[in-house]
């Protein structure tokens, strides 16, 4: 491993998912595992396989420039003055909040860095990164609640867990190489899974009990758990007693929680709740791994996962805790970094004065003290308060929720400019269009989903006059901040050494020696977090008591879950091939049979799909993949009708 920046390596981290498996290049542009502490037997998912072979023909080679209305091609100097002009020009006149940033769980630690230190530096806390779409509810709960927006644990660590509680997610999917090399091999020396998800998947194969909520209603099923554990005395008083707070009110709380009602509403067996909670009782430790689909505007589904972990005593121990399935390869980097519009690197509040301190006398300024706007807002904002943006490595056009919404936003813009590997819809509508290294053709560190904080390496040269985000960001730090030496940077680990010294979090690594192991942060505890405290003010954990309103329309019948990821397309995606998978009693009420092509609608679409009966779906619940999904649900759920059409019927 080498730390000039220039020189290619022979391995490095997988840039793909959060996992982060080790690879090095293979036969052709394949990549071959080799093993890394995620996957220790070498083994890579068939994304990892294939993650050197990238689309060379559509890369972008050159900046573009908007002119008259078309991008044309231009020259590294010809677009850095577009870019300082059209950011010159929005700070004088309306000032630094009217910049928006957006930031980067693709890119590095160091670019993601980079990204907040220039907002900041010109003035503003409008930065925020993707992840907030994702695991917001469940990072949101864990950092007021216990301390980091992270997981708590090391996945190593399951191996010490009897019960495993995966809700709303899919790991033998998402997160292939974890759930084989960590989840599996617990199951089989004796852990039981639970599986907790409307729609049975590849995970629930594993899973010896599938508790099949209704969705939406899974802070019903954790909190029926605690009133079962609480009755029955199978808590751990001690830990109550000596590590939280506000149990009292918690406790008091439940007891307004009707059980009859309770399963009832969520729609749960009830035995196997009883089930569950009997396991868990008598359990040394339960681990929960959650995914997007307990993430929701209206749930608090993280908040009674956290409770009944808790009430418990099942977090600060070797195999008990709350892990974050997290998606992309760097959120939990980007938002450590600081991409966020209330915290600074590190996870500090941008009003904490020791924080401010460390950061005024680092970069010889003092960093703006009111949260910015966050994804949503600045989205919002767009064409009013936000004049002009900086996207790097997103596609809000098509990621976020109501594309055509998002796209009619960034039109508004007064310039806007896109750092990507491709013309994304995003870099298509933009002022200016910088062609930016991919993640295995750069060096620098990323975060996975354990806070393992792990180098990357480039293996291959990014194609002809690209460059990393990292040098660009420097660049553009340097041009727009011309009486300050505050980007002058030699390598990236410059960057990561200033990182260590900013955020608490990352305090201790260092770039040289991180090894190929990497480091989980902080790297004064192991793996498992808050063993003798909680990172909050008295160092307690906190129970909380907001219990959400919940209603369920039974009138609507059906409703809608969308699932899997962008870019996964199913058939040929056409809409005669696309599947709706519904319980066989649902379809029978309707007369609907297996392979017949229905019409599916809300009040605002409808779209066609082909009938696939299936038993692991839970009744009045019925499943699309994600991008088929899109025009009626982008997440959480929608209710719906579903009927039989002809073969020729057109919508
Ligand atoms: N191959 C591949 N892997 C990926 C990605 C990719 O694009 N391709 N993307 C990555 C990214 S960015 C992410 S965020 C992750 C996402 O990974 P996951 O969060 O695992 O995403 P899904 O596979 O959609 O699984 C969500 C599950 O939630 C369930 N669900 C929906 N509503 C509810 C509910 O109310 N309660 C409960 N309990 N369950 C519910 C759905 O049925 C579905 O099974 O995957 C990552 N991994
Ligand atoms: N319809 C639909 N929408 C979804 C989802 C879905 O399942 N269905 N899933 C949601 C989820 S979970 C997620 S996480 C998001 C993903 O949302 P986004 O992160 O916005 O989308 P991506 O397409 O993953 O990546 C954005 C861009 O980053 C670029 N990129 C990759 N690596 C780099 C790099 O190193 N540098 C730079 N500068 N650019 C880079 C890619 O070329 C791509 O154009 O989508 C969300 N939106
Ligand atoms: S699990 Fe994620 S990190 Fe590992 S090979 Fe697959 S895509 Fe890459
Ligand atoms: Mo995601």
Redesign the pocket.
Known sequence: MTTNDDALDHSTVC?LCAVGCRLEAGDGSRADGVSGPMNPNGRLCRKGIGALDVDAEDRLTQPLLRDEGKLRPASWDEAYERIVDGIEATLDRYGPDAMGFFG?????NE?NYLLQKLARMLGTNNIDN??R??HESTTRCLEARVGWPAATNGLAELSDADVIIIAGANPAKRQPIAFNSFVRPAVNNGATLVHIDPIGNATTRLAEIHITPRPETDALVFDLLSARLLDGNDVDREFIRERTRQFESFAASLQNLSPTQAVSAAGVDETQIDRLAELIATADGVAALVG?GIEGDDTNAPEALLNLLLLTGNIGRPGAGLYVLR???N?QGATDTGCVPDRLPGHQSVTATDARERITEEWGMRPPSSPGKNVREMLAACGKEIRAAVV?????A????D?DWTRNRLDTLDHLV?????L????SNADVV?P????F??RGTITNLERRVQRVSPTTLPPSSAR??FE?LRDLGALLLPNSNAFEYQTVADVFDELTRIAPTYEGLSFAELGPSGRQWPVDSDSTLYRDSFETADGRAVFSNDRSGFTFDSASGLSLI???????TQGDGSETKRRLRMHPEDAQDRDIEEQDLVAISNEKQTIKARVELDENVRCTTVYL???V??PLV?RGTSAITVESISEQENL
């Not at 790097?392 to 809000?396: F, Q, Y």
């Not at 098509?398 to 929720?401: L, V």
């Not at 896109?418 to 491709?422: P, Q």
């Open positions: 840039p980067a769980p693709h890119c590095t670019e993707r992840a779409l994702c997007t998606g992309l390869a959120e790097v490595g997103e596609n809000p098509i990621s976020k929720r594309p896109v750092l990507d590997l491709f994304s819809e995003t870099a910088l930016a290294a991919a993640g053709e750069k990393s985000d660009i969308a699932g899997g990821r962008v870019g996964e993949p994600a991008q999904a899109d982008r």
